[in-house]
């Protein structure tokens, strides 16, 4: 049976733990010269793109390339999702000429209609509910600067209960890990998301806590996070967000207040959600975090399509 990636919700933490070791003993592998790169497979990945982008479409390109699978990019303009062609006929004529389909789109339901119509492995590269690689990225990053196991990690998300903000704490509740969201009321993760963290939660006895100051949510913290306050897709919203973000700023005295390293997905709004120049901090680890894409696809890909 083909396996997807649109969700964490169907994700156990033996799958992610398999996800995350692929992706970690690959980039081992490639800096200790052992693997550079891997046989070429014949195979072909499409990405499909209805957002731009700059990290996820420039790591998934490296991640394929490293693993000899031929990427194709279309970008916002070319395909028309659902308006010039129906999202079913796309993904039936992918399944016939691909072998893996990376998808950016508006809604979450165009990745899971075309999952439901397509023979080969589907990836969520961003919706507006979930960024599932970028919360499988952000593991290896944190393990890499962190000491404790994610399980004894608490790590506190300082804005928007968006997508990042979202498929972050999932993989956090699967992995046992604390998540602390602080955010103004009416930017908390939606219900159904809660509802699967709280679940995940019980199983891995993890935790998850919102906390509406930032000062107190961060102040025991390994990680603060952020995030942009208004996403793709949202920009009508963007004077109103400004105002009622206003206090949750991540400035440097709220990291110097913590021993936390700071992390950010990009692109940053300097001067909104962090401080002019905030990613330079010497607690930063965001270009790293970057990096790391490529890694946590790797991992992805290598689990998806059974590649040894
Ligand atoms: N929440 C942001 C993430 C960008 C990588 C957005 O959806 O625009």
């Not at 499409?46 to 693993?67: D, G, H, I, M, Q």
């Not at 079913?88 to 979450?108: G, N, P």
């Not at 956090?172 to 995940?200: A, Y």
């Amino acid at each position: 049976m083909k396996k997807d990636f649109i969700n964490l919700d169907n994700v156990n933490k033996k799958d992610l733990e398999q996800i995350l070791n692929l992706g970690k003993s690959s980039k081992k592998n490639y800096l200790e010269n052992i693997d550079k790169k891997l046989n070429s497979t014949n195979k072909t990945g499409v990405l499909l793109f209805e957002k731009p982008s700059l990290r996820t479409k420039l790591s998934f390109f490296k991640a394929l390339n490293y693993l000899g699978i031929n990427p194709i990019y279309f970008d916002p303009k070319e395909v028309g999702m659902g308006g010039r062609e129906k999202i079913s006929d796309i993904a039936k004529v992918l399944s016939k000429m691909s072998d893996l389909v990376i998808l950016r789109t508006f809604k979450q339901d165009t990745i899971e209609e075309f999952s439901l119509n397509s023979d080969v492995p589907v990836i969520n590269a961003l919706s507006d509910e979930e960024h599932p690689c970028q919360a499988i990225g952000d593991i290896i990053s944190i393990s890499e600067k962190c000491e404790p196991s994610i399980n004894e990690i608490k790590l506190t998300f300082i804005g928007d209960g968006n997508n990042v903000a979202t498929s972050l704490a999932k993989v956090f509740s699967i992995l046992g890990g604390t998540f602390i969201h602080s955010c103004p009321k009416g930017f908390e993760i939606p219900d159904k998301h809660l509802d699967k963290i709280n679940d995940f939660n019980k199983l891995s006895k993890g935790n998850f806590i919102l906390e509406r100051d930032p000062e107190i949510a961060s102040k025991n913290s390994d990680v603060i996070y952020t995030d942009v306050w208004t996403s793709m897709g949202q920009e009508s919203e963007k004077e109103d967000r400004k105002e009622k973000f206003k206090g949750y700023q991540v400035n440097a005295s709220l990291l110097e207040n913590s021993k936390a390293i700071f992390m950010h997905d990009l692109p940053a709004h300097h001067g909104e959600e962090i401080s002019e120049g905030l990613v330079d901090h010497n607690k930063s680890i965001v270009f790293d975090q970057a990096e790391n894409r490529i890694w946590g696809q790797v991992g992805l890909i290598r689990y998806l399509m059974n590649l040894k």
